[in-house]
């Protein structure tokens, strides 16, 4: 069974919004930090959007204001709502995972850091056109 499985991703236009989902049954029935980072080509990963069991949020200051990250434990999914999305938007994004963790990290760079450690999906690409 493959731990994190991502769906939703695609081509929109400036300004216009999409929804990522990602299937993560393995890992809403315990503690965890679980979260949403993105990677553009050249790029290191940039984490966007964390949330934990109790469903304390964090956000990246470049998405701030644009994208909602949810959770729905009773089907095992994670979202990432993206809205007014800007070409920088573009980029592979990966759903990840770290169990164990009661709530995420408020250092980015230690939040990409445990999800390196841990699990992540396969990714999809999400393309902003002018």
């Known amino acids: 069974q493959v731990p994190l499985v991502e769906s939703g991703g695609g081509t929109a236009q400036l300004g216009g919004s999409l929804r990522l989902s990602c299937a993560a049954s393995?890992?809403?029935?315990?503690?965890?930090?679980m979260g949403w980072f993105r990677q553009a080509p050249g790029n290191e990963r940039e984490g966007v959007a964390s949330i934990d069991i109790n469903g304390r949020v964090n956000y990246a200051d470049s998405v701030k204001g644009r994208f909602t990250i949810s959770q729905d434990r009773a089907t095992d999914t994670l979202y990432l709502q993206m809205d007014s999305l800007k070409l920088e938007d573009t980029a592979t994004y990966y759903c990840?995972?770290?169990?164990?963790?009661?709530?995420?990290?408020?250092?980015?760079?230690?939040?990409?850091?445990?999800?390196?450690?841990?699990?992540r999906g396969q990714g999809t690409q999400v393309t902003v056109s002018s």
């Open positions: 393995k890992y809403m029935y315990g503690l965890y930090c």
């Open positions: 990840a995972a770290a169990p164990g963790f009661d709530y995420c990290p408020t250092s980015w760079s230690e939040t990409v850091e445990i999800w390196g450690r841990h699990d």
